[in-house]
């Protein structure tokens, strides 16, 4: 994967006490370390200065693992790169967007909040391999979260791939065609609707 952007539409923060729940769109490649980019959008707002108890906290991460590691970006011996946080509101388009500089071997993470940039960096995580989408909860006690949307999708190969779109998974997903206008080098899914649980 040489480039991917999207827009993340945050719902409504659970209450605190519900544990952190966060949301993060992120590329994965594990050649030969584990490296892993990610932009994670968090209810433990507390730490970016956030001013209310509904806001979330934007962060722009890199995870830099050793071979082998087990349970990435935990492992203890993983090297983490972060720009942020920034606080914002339910209903805030975070764009996202990562991209691959094929002379530097490094990656520009980039995000701009309701079309404003506001958290960049570079590493040098090489070419993605994998794009994932996750809801996660840490020290969740009947914590829920609202349904809310990714728009405007774009993933860039390096080289085409007539497949790409048949081995995309989405779990949960209400979600537009993943098409590709280019003949299967460049792929395109208008809209995602992830389920609130």
């Known amino acids: 994967i040489l480039s991917v952007s999207t827009t993340l539409i945050l ?18 490649n594990n050649e030969p370390n584990i490296d892993m980019i990610q932009t994670l959008a968090t209810t433990d707002s507390a730490n970016c ?3 209310r108890n509904d806001q979330w906290c934007v962060w722009a991460n890199a995870y830099h693992c050793p ?4 349970d990435p970006p935990n492992t203890p011996d993983c090297v983490t ?26 990656v520009t993470q980039i995000v701009g909040i309701d079309g404003k940039v506001r958290l960049s960096q570079s590493t ?18 009947g914590s829920s979260i609202d349904a809310y949307s990714y728009v405007d999708t ?12 048949r ?7 209400q979600h537009s065609d993943v098409r590709t206008v280019d003949g299967g080098r460049t ?7 992830v389920d609130g649980y």
């Open 67 to 70: 071979p082998g590691s087990l």
């Open 11 to 28: 719902p409504a923060a659970p209450p605190p006490n519900q544990g952190n729940v966060s949301i993060s769109p992120g590329l994965l």
């Open 167 to 173: 081995g995309v998974v989405m779990d949960g997903v």
């Open 187 to 193: 792929w395109k899914v208008d809209w995602m609707h």
């Open 154 to 165: 774009t993933v860039v190969l390096e080289n085409a791939d007539g497949g790409f779109g």
């Open 49 to 51: 200065g956030a001013k």
């Open 81 to 106: 790169n972060t720009a942020g946080g920034v606080a914002v509101n339910a209903g805030t388009r975070v764009t996202i967007e990562y991209n691959y500089d094929g002379s530097s071997g490094q």
């Open 124 to 141: 040098s995580s090489g070419k993605g391999r994998w794009m994932n989408m996750i809801t996660d909860c840490d020290k969740c006690w």
